[in-house]
């Protein structure tokens, strides 16, 4: 039972809120603009649910063998506890990968888009070589990156674009606010394992500026996350402004950062910015639902 709870635990983000939202935003700025496809809409969700969970054991996998695991804060993984064989979670990757080019090549065919095939592609291969491969990025400090264009603007724009047929203005400030979101929770994460990454060499963006500047950092992603709902809503529908129901989480995470917090007393940040970002997803779509047009 203890096993498979951490096969379970394994796949499934503690973010994993940050993954639905980017859908669910973009197929907001969709039915505004009245380009609602549900199927597209469907696909796109799991796309970016199976880049998350293959990323999730991608990264399981490699910091694992490297060691990097040893001393972790946060929750066991498989590889690094010793719970299940290398091989094994680097194949479970590799699955939940195919599961999501299946289903970007299904979207594809829909929209008749095959540069798309393209864009999968790269997201496919950022998500492995974050922490894998001889030169992982996600060890010199690139890892902000990574998020910010895959999980905000390739997964928001990608949503509004296989349903609308164009890339504009609102999709683009969403891609930003979801994209600074997923840097929030990054950095939060990394923040927290300052110490044994700097134990392991892993040069995050968080050791290469130090406690002080990482929280500063942590705090600015938050607020530029906020301020991206007025924005969209300017563009779209002032019922957007819903979304700022995401304030009293942003808040809560904001709040433990700036009074100090370490080690695993820094978890629960992570937890409360993807709730933010979920509630402020949900928020927006309420809105556009409830937009006269």
């Known amino acids: ?3 498979a709870r951490q096969w379970i635990d394994g796949a499934r ?10 859908v669910v935003v973009g197929t907001g700025i969709a039915l505004v603009q009245g380009a609602f496809h549900p199927v597209r809409a469907l696909l796109a969700l799991v796309v970016g649910l199976s880049i998350q969970v293959g990323v999730n054991y991608a990264n399981d996998y490699s910091d694992g063998v490297r060691g990097t695991d040893a001393h972790r804060i946060g929750p066991q993984r498989l590889v690094g506890s010793g719970a299940v064989a290398p091989r094994t979670v680097k194949r479970a990757a590799l699955a939940a990968f195919g599961v999501a080019g299946a289903a970007g090549l299904a ?14 592609a790269a997201a496919i291969a950022a998500a492995w070589f974050y922490t894998g491969g001889e030169h992982p990025y996600g060890y ?7 998020v910010f264009v895959f999980f905000g603007l390739v997964a928001t724009v990608g949503t509004s674009f296989t349903q609308t047929g164009r890339i504009d203005a609102p999709a683009l400030v969403a891609g930003s606010a979801q994209g600074l979101g997923a840097c929030a929770v990054l950095m939060a994460n990394n923040l927290r394992d300052i110490p044994t990454d700097v134990l392991s060499g892993k040069h995050t963006l968080a050791v290469r500026l130090g406690d002080g500047r990482a929280r500063a950092v942590f705090l600015a992603f938050c607020a530029l996350t906020v301020a991206g709902v007025p924005a969209l809503a300017a563009l779209t529908t002032w019922w957007g402004l819903l979304g700022l129901a995401l304030v009293p989480w942003m808040i809560a995470a904001s709040a433990t950062v700036t009074r100090g917090a370490r080690g695993p007393d820094l978890i629960p940040v992570l937890k409360r910015v993807g709730q933010a970002q979920l509630v402020g997803a949900l928020g927006y779509l309420l809105g556009c639902v409830l937009s006269p047009g």
Do not use: A, D, N, Y
Request: cysteine-free; aromatic content about 8%; hydrophobic content about 45%.
């Open 140 to 146: 010199i400090g690139l890892g902000e990156v990574f």
């Open 1 to 3: 039972m203890t096993g």
């Open 13 to 22: 983000p503690r973010t994993l809120p940050l993954t639905i939202s980017p």
């Open 107 to 120: 979207l594809t065919l829909l929209s008749q888009q095959w540069w798309l095939l393209g864009v999968g």
